[in-house]
């Protein structure tokens, strides 16, 4: 016999109950000592209905995203274990699904309120649809009667779009995280290939079938997504949270199509609609362009009028100002002309006598010239101190210079006389 500590045996026993693979079974019975500490760690019990057992279930808020309520029956998914610490058994929870009508017409009011609270369903954010989607992303299962639906009804009414099908399960528990996956998969391509919008689809069923299109997670995804989209769910009667946080809502798969496309018929009454229109208000056009016309050249014409007799009148006052200034310069000419010859003979008379007068200051000049003074026998003398004028300028020893009318010499005073009159 091997002999073990309560750690090894405990973890010997996780071991084995981790052997147990989660997919391969769900435990269904009623909630009770329902209770959520720190606002994350999340407590019940499943206690069985027909025999006197119970099972301790533990979870986060971030796992079981519906509403549970005491003595609501649901089915959990999830992994066995022993808590060492407390040597407590329990199962950890991965997932939670109401069980039965009257459960899940509970969590789905519980989680709609939830939602309504936050502003998920606020019609003031959907969004428009284009009004002709060339790329069409589609979220359904390719099984489905839905996916046949669609298409058929989408080629009926107009043909070469691009439908970008994303395949997945719309129903079990596989549903909500290929939904989840469709939309990141879909926003994730490349804009020349992105939906420009998408349509989430399936058949009717009972609210447990809906049960994806009510997980608060796929509502979330809807609400968030970049790309508007469409969710349209079995009959008019059958609801469910996607339709309330979708853009658009769509009764039936075929009604979704249709939304999303204008039949071959209508588009020709639009488009022949849409001429005659045309036609109507290029005749409207033509017709006040051609009153505007007529209208403008009759202003033009009665301006015209008007303007050819004011043109005609200063014509005429022109011809006359014209010819009084033609008179007015051949008088001014004449008077010209005899102003110019009694110019001509006062000029003549005054420049005889600036000649002669000229003539007279000519001769007196040149009789002052120094040059003239000095041919007549006549002497410049000069000194340090200038020109000499007076012998009394000059001092024995003193030099001088003495300037003839041909040449110069230097000299020095040696004697000094008093003045002799001049001959």
């Known amino acids: 016999m091997q002999i073990l500590s309560v750690k090894d045996f405990l973890t010997l026993v996780n071991e084995t109950l981790r052997l147990i693979p989660s997919e391969a079974f769900s435990v269904e019975g009623e909630v009770s000592d329902f209770k959520i500490s720190q606002g994350k760690w999340v407590t019940f019990d499943l206690k069985d209905e027909k025999e006197d057992a119970k099972m301790p279930c533990f979870g986060t808020v971030y796992k079981i995203t519906i509403p549970i309520t005491q003595g609501m029956r649901v089915r959990v998914r999830g992994r066995a274990s022993v808590f060492e610490r407390f040597g407590k058994f329990s199962l950890n929870v991965e997932e939670v699904i109401p069980v039965g009508e009257g459960a899940l017409q509970k969590a789905y009011l519980a989680l709609k309120k939830k939602l309504e ?134 009764s039936t798969p ?34 006040s362009m051609n009153h505007s016309v007529e209208s403008t050249l009759r202003v033009i014409d009665h301006a015209f009028s008007k303007t050819s007799h004011g043109v005609n009148d200063t014509t005429m006052r022109f011809t006359n100002a014209f010819d009084r200034f033609r008179l007015s310069v051949v008088a001014t000419r004449e008077h010209i002309e005899r102003r110019e010859k009694g110019i001509v003979g006062e000029f003549g008379g005054v420049l005889e006598r600036s000649k002669a007068r000229i ?13 003239r003074v000095l041919d007549r026998g006549y002497a410049i003398v000069r000194s340090a101190k200038g020109l000499v004028r007076d012998s009394t300028m000059l001092a024995p020893g003193d030099g001088f210079s003495v300037q003839f009318a041909q040449g110069m010499i230097e000299a020095e005073v040696t004697v000094k006389k008093r003045q002799e009159r001049l001959l």
């Open 117 to 250: 609270a936050e502003g998920i369903f606020d019609v003031s954010r959907k969004r428009q649809l284009p009004q002709f989607p060339e790329r069409i992303g589609l979220i359904t299962s390719k099984e489905a009667a839905a996916y046949g639906d669609f298409i058929r009804v989408l080629g009926n009414r107009m043909g070469g779009l691009s439908i970008i099908h994303a395949d997945c399960h719309v129903q079990g528990q596989y549903a909500v995280s290929e939904i989840l996956g469709a939309f990141q998969s879909l926003a994730a391509l490349p804009t020349e290939q992105r939906p420009q919008v998408i349509v989430l689809t399936r058949g009717g069923g009972s609210l447990e079938d809906l049960h994806a299109f009510n997980d608060e997670r796929v509502v979330r995804a809807i609400f968030s997504s970049a790309i508007p989209v469409v969710v349209g769910v079995g009959h008019e009667r059958d609801e469910s949270l996607s339709d309330f946080s979708a853009d658009v809502r769509a």
């Open 254 to 287: 075929s009604n979704a199509a249709e939304m999303l496309t204008p039949s071959r018929v209508e588009l020709k009454k639009f488009v022949e609609m849409a001429e005659d229109r045309m036609n109507y208000r290029l005749d409207e056009m033509l017709r």
């Open 359 to 371: 003539d007279a200051l000519s001769r007196l000049v040149q009789s002052v010239d120094p040059k």
